[in-house]
């Protein structure tokens, strides 16, 4: 059930292609990783990078370390995307990727890794499996509503009794801005859901959206109660699906790799679904735009970064203003780009308490609370991704339009004879030249992975003609979608039968 869309299993829906007249075969995507760069295809990459040259990982890893020292910023800075896209940016990758398996020094095939979450932008975050496979994230008695809400806090997860969160993914509690995006799209899906088996005004409007681009044949084999939620479960999908591909790129990637990524995708039918050069590499581009505090209430104190962090019950105080992060008026994240809070290359102890080991080499336990550092491991000892410049060569020669440079290695690296940059920093080194925002081979790696997983979805908007609900206002948007919210909490009747317990 979990994998298929409106209830309908993989093989409902091909029985249903065949009776059409068609012979368009559904494939499930990919549930494992692989390498951007097709083997067939490409002479310098036939998969993974491996570490050549005389150097000893000793001098590679002092090399890093200096690369990654050079990073360090004391102050906060404003970039062009809201702070908030932070935030929905982690809440995407939670939604799409999740590798259980590698680790930081031991090398692993990027194709033996499975990736838990499902490879679409389908918010498996929010419903899980749907009510029947995971019951526990919904109420018993009142068909298709999520549990959210504690007695101590309302505006909070739901959780069990040792305070762990009732959430498709666990890490979307990590910190309590993305615990309050995870919050909105289940208040939203009770409020819809309310609106339906209420028979409002805006249930007619809610099937009409939801009804986009499927035909009518399909909701008609539904009964009644599931027809409601997936309805509404759609409805949400794809204003999501709307905010991650008209808000959230345009936030941190250039127009030219934008208008790139639209128009196909440019490294080949052969590669991975879900590439580590995306997963490992470029999406973590959003560690360079986290700022050393933040304001979560007008007229409050900033507070420090790791001050805001989550597995636990939130208390009240903790509840952000979505103004204060999304919109007009609200902070900045900082630029993509070369530099990154210091908070974040000193991790604390309930984050990393432990030495990383790369072969035979031990780095301290100093080095690895290093988030960088990290990043930068992970690319060269577990992953083995393409370097910036063999995805520049590839894309210099398969899109040529896009008019990528080559950048070389910066000279913290020329200096100890390395010649090849890890992707993640090769992508800010980009982004430092493009006013805060990921270019040439970062963003078209990231543009062209996401919008790739949505030409795959049959039934997402890029198939659907879809328009965002009118009911949202002029012009929809994350902050649009959350003083909607908030306006229309009334509309859930006994709300506090939703807290979990």
């Known amino acids: 059930m979990h994998k298929s869309l409106h209830a309908l299993s993989r093989a409902d829906r091909l029985i249903l292609e065949c009776l059409n007249g068609t012979s368009r075969m559904l494939e499930p995507l990919s549930q494992t990783f692989g390498y951007l760069l097709p083997n067939s295809l490409t002479h310098d990459n036939t998969g993974p990078n491996e570490v050549t040259g005389n150097l000893t990982r000793t001098e590679i890893v002092e090399a890093l370390i200096k690369l990654a020292d050079s990073m360090k910023s004391e102050e906060n800075a404003d970039g062009p995307a809201d702070a908030g896209m932070t935030f929905f940016g982690q809440f995407v990758d939670h939604d799409i990727t999740l590798d259980a398996t590698s680790s930081i020094g031991k090398k692993i095939d990027p194709r033996s890794i499975r990736n838990v979450r499902t490879p679409g932008l389908d918010l498996d975050c929010v419903y899980g499996a749907g009510p029947d496979a995971t019951p526990h994230l919904f109420h018993p008695s009142r068909s298709g509503m999520l549990l959210f809400g504690r007695e101590d806090n309302a505006n909070d997860l739901a959780r069990n009794a040792k305070g762990t969160a009732l959430i498709g993914d666990p890490r979307n509690d990590e910190n309590i801005v993305i615990s309050q995006v995870q919050g909105a799209f289940i208040q939203l899906h009770n409020i819809l859901m ?21 035909r009518s044949s399909v909701w008609e084999l539904m009964p009644p109660k599931t027809l409601e939620f997936e309805s509404v479960r759609r409805f949400v999908r794809l204003h999501y699906q709307w905010l991650v591909v008209n808000e959230m790129l345009p936030a941190f990637v250039t127009q030219r790799c934008l208008e790139l990524a639209q128009s196909g995708y440019p490294f080949g039918d052969d590669g991975a679904i879900l590439p580590v050069e995306f997963s490992g590499a470029c999406y973590r581009f959003g560690h360079s735009t986290v700022q050393h505090s933040y304001r979560l209430a007008a007229g409050a104190d900033e507070t420090d970064l790791f001050a805001m962090t989550g597995f636990g019950p939130r208390a009240p105080e903790h509840d952000i203003d979505f103004e204060m992060f999304f919109g007009e008026g609200a902070q900045k994240a900082r630029p993509v780009g070369t530099k990154m809070p210091r908070t974040l290359m000193e991790l604390p102890s ?12 031990e780095i301290p336990i100093k080095q690895a609370r290093k988030l960088n550092l990290r990043n930068m491991l992970r690319d060269r000892t577990a992953l083995r991704c393409a370097s910036g410049q063999q995805v520049a060569r590839w894309l210099k020669v398969h899109a040529p339009t896009l008019g990528v440079v080559e950048l070389p290695a910066p000279k913290i690296l020329r200096d100890r004879h390395i010649s090849k940059t890890p992707l993640w920093f090769y992508a800010l080194e980009e982004a430092d030249a493009a006013n805060g925002k990921l270019d040439g081979v970062g963003g078209t790696i990231v543009a062209s992975v996401i919008m790739r997983l949505l030409r795959y979805d049959a039934e997402s908007i890029l198939g659907a003609g879809f328009t965002p609900w009118s009911g949202f206002g002029p012009k929809f948007s994350f902050r649009a979608m959350t003083d909607w919210i908030k306006a229309n909490k009334s509309r859930i009747s006994n709300p506090h039968e939703l807290f979990a317990g």
């Open 194 to 214: 309310s609106g339906v088996t209420d028979g409002s005004a805006m249930a007619h409007d809610i099937r009409d959206c939801a009804a986009m681009g499927v």
């Open 350 to 361: 309930n984050v990393v308490n432990m030495k990383l080991m790369w072969e035979e080499v």
